[in-house]
């Protein structure tokens, strides 16, 4: 018998047998990941013109299952029976997409003769809200028309959803003379929050006027949705002499949450001062809602020497998850210290809301050794999903390694939080020879929706093909994967507890249902068990229940799952 051990093997034979390794830990890794269910354009793929552009840069979901799109386009774009037709350079379109049918249900324009875009959108019951930058001198949103005082102007609209068709119910604008954008929206009940950076030298809001300190300030903004009109209750600013973004957003009952960038020196939150340790820095910082007032409670950096930057947030109860990219060589997430292997790395973290202080618990990074970064977070349960694009020859995502298919491809992957800990369960990637992304992230039940756009002549997500007569062109998309543990867990797991906020109340309250749960009809009773109040059933995800005339004391919600404690005062 030969011992092969005394036989030192040629180094071709050691290549071989390497790759061979690698390759058979790749499948390994890749079986784990759930395959691409279906992928579509968002937009008729026609070689009309070598202009058309479209681009997918936000999506929501609601109760049903509908996906709601909101991007860009020049031209014309066709969604399902709908033809949209832009006035001048780009314009803003919003569209609802039913799975089910696998059909368009509505579309909607906005805009002017310039380039407007959308950059957010959320869902709220039959409530459609949309956020972006206006460049038009006027833009129309429906009924409304809205006036630019500057470069650029921060807009937020309402669109209401009647099933088969949707319209816009009002539009608001703010900003000043020079250049202001809004980068992320966020709702809770009639509260309606939009956060951005401006660089007017004073940005109005309302009544409300912030002045800027730097090159570019930070701001958050809430607005109250009246049904038929809506209108700005407060604005914050943050910031200091440099150049100071938001680009992300997330609520959770009065707690509101920001993330972005920092390149000042010192940049004032509030109560709370953060110093850039580099070129730009990582910030996320919490606000409290106060109902005619927003306040900064407490406010978080991370980063290195080199610019890094968050891009994406999701929330679920204490915890909050940030996601972005670093080009630090090291990045300090609070006691977590992450190294990039290239020019950029991705890099989601985990924070958690201590009240009044927030701290970073854990953090990973993924990326090869070219440029990599996240565009968009979602989370279910202990699922955090990330996606953006990547452009490394190979990319790893903990235990999972993709392989670029061009200049940069799309990739979604899934981390489980283990409280203390964070790790990738699975990566996928999709595209073409050119450069493709993802900007959008959305969780419904057990599928996954991922948006963006592609330049490729053709983007792979197998087992679908999708074409672009136009390469080099933008052309948006809407893709969709099915996570089996998600399938898995949603049979065994019962649902998350409704939840009642504010608490104490004085005389409204609202009832947040957790999705897929049934409405039925709520019941308010005194600590004895009486009676007091009664209610309809929930139309959508959430309810105002009014209070007013009740006695201070303690009462008990039920008819949403287990009894619901209720101080009144």
Partial sequence: ????????????????????????????????????????????????????????????????????????????????????????????????????????????????????????????????????????????????????????????????????????????????????????LAVSGTSVYVAGFFDSPTAGFGAITLVNAGAFDVFVAKLTDAGSTGSFAWAQRAGGTGFDQATALAVSGTSVYVAGGIASPAAGFGPATLASAGAYDVFVAKLTDAGPTGSFAWAQRAGGTGYDAGTALAVSGTSVYVAGEFRSSTAGFGPTTLATAGASDVFVAKLTDAGSTGSFTWAQRAGGTGNDFAGALAVSGTSVYVAGTFDSLAAGFGPAALTTAGAGDVFVAKLTDAGSTGSFAWAQRAGGTNLDGASALAVSGASVYVAGAFFSPTAGFSPTTLSNPNANTSLGYLAALTDPTLTATAAARALAPAQLFPNPARRTATLRLPAGAAPAPLTLTDALGRAVRRYPAPAGPEAALDLGGLPAGLYLLRGAGPARRLVVN
């Fill in 1 to 184: 018998m030969f011992n092969l051990s005394s036989f030192p093997p040629p180094a071709a034979v050691v290549r071989i047998l390497l790759a061979i390794l690698l390759l058979v830990f790749r499948l390994s890794a890749q079986a784990q990941a759930p395959a691409w269910q279906s992928a579509r354009t968002v937009a008729a793929a026609t070689a009309a013109a070598a202009s058309n552009y479209s681009i997918v840069t936000a999506t929501a979901v609601d109760a049903a299952g509908n996906v709601y799109l909101a991007g860009s386009f020049t031209n014309s774009v066709v969604l399902g029976g709908t033809t949209l037709t832009s006035l001048g350079e780009r314009d803003v379109f919003v569209a609802k997409f039913n799975p089910a049918s696998n059909q368009f249900v509505w579309a909607q324009r906005a805009g002017g003769t310039g380039n407007d875009e959308a950059t957010a959108l959320v869902v709220s019951g039959s409530s459609v809200y949309m956020a972006g930058t206006l460049n038009s001198a006027t833009a129309g949103f429906g009924p409304t028309t809205l006036t630019s005082a500057g470069a650029s102007e921060v807009f937020v609209a309402k669109l209401t959803d009647a099933g088969g068709t949707g319209s816009f119910a009002w539009a608001q604008q703010a900003g000043g003379t020079g250049s202001d954008y809004a980068f992320a």
